[in-house]
């Protein structure tokens, strides 16, 4: 169980997928691993926190740490509106 008494953390589980690709890359060479995941966990993370506020997105912003405008320019580039 993770730290928080609830299961696997989410650091353990991106450990437990990475391992996960690596090992089904069998020992192929990888570029562009952060870009790959940051694009793999930003959309849904944004997607969960809108749905979480009810689509409110100051209190998203407010939520992630992020400005108003910052979010709705990472929202047009995963086509989340």
């Known amino acids: ?5 609830q ?9 437990i997928a990475l391992n996960k690709y690596f090992a089904e890359l069998n020992g192929e060479n990888t570029v562009g691993l952060y870009a790959m995941v940051m ?4 959309k ?3 997607e969960t926190v809108l ?3 009810g689509g409110n997105q ?4 407010q939520i992630l740490g992020l400005s108003r405008s910052t ?5 047009k580039q995963y086509g989340i509106e």
């Open 51 to 53: 749905n979480h506020t």
């Open 58 to 61: 100051s209190k998203a912003a």
């Open 71 to 75: 979010l709705r320019k990472k929202l």
């Open 7 to 15: 299961g696997i953390v989410l650091k353990e589980q991106v450990k």
């Open 1 to 5: 169980m993770g730290s928080d008494g």
């Open 39 to 42: 694009a793999e966990v930003e």
């Open 44 to 46: 849904p993370l944004l």
